[in-house]
Structure formats: C-alpha cells, structure tokens
C-alpha cells in the first residue's frame, strides 16, 4: 500500500454537564467530543470489506474505524477526550497485500496533527 497523506481536521464539541451544588470531593475533569475528519484513500483494499482506518491518539487505544459499506470507507470518528494535549495520525489498511495474498497492509502513518482540547 502506498503512503497517502491525509489532512486531518478536528471538530471540537464543548458540552459539559454539570450539576449544581454538592459539596466535597474533587470535580472530575471535563469530557469533551472531538470529531477527526481526514481526507480518504482512494485504493479499493481500503474501500472494500476488510478495510478501513485506523485513528492513533496519543495515550488513547487506537480506534478502528471500518469500512461497512457503500462507495468507501467512513472519514471521520467522534471521540471522547479530556482536556489536554493529543497527537493525531490516521492509517489505511485493507485485507489483502500488495500481492493480492490475505496477509494484509497497512499505510504508513498520516502526518501528525496536535490537538489541544480546553
């Protein structure tokens, strides 16, 4: 699989809930939704069953985002994030190698984005 560049644009969703009052204890760190966009691959590997992306934040597990159906892969994920400061990469993968075997590839890394959530 060739390197792809992809751009990758952050959406950051501010809503917090809150109650009032109470007392004691510390107020755990807000939760916020950020939405990562990134522009897609265009090889059919990643745009067929057993292809998608993968989203790696930094300190995060890696998210997988599959293709499901349709002329391709979805480019985008919501995830929750506390305040802080994240780097960003997306990777294509499809289920079949270079050579059509099963083995798989896998992109090399998107360029890194930092994400800084309030």
Known sequence: MKSIAYLLVVSLLIGCGGGGGGGGGS?????????LNWTSNH????????????????GQPTINVPYTSGPTAPTSTTVPLQTGTYTVTVKAYAALDAQGGGGGSLSAPSTPITVNVP
């Open 27 to 35: 107020t755990p760190p807000a939760t916020y939704s950020v939405t």
């Open 43 to 58: 090889e059919s590997g990643v745009n067929s069953t057993g292809g998608g992306y993968q989203v790696l934040i930094s």
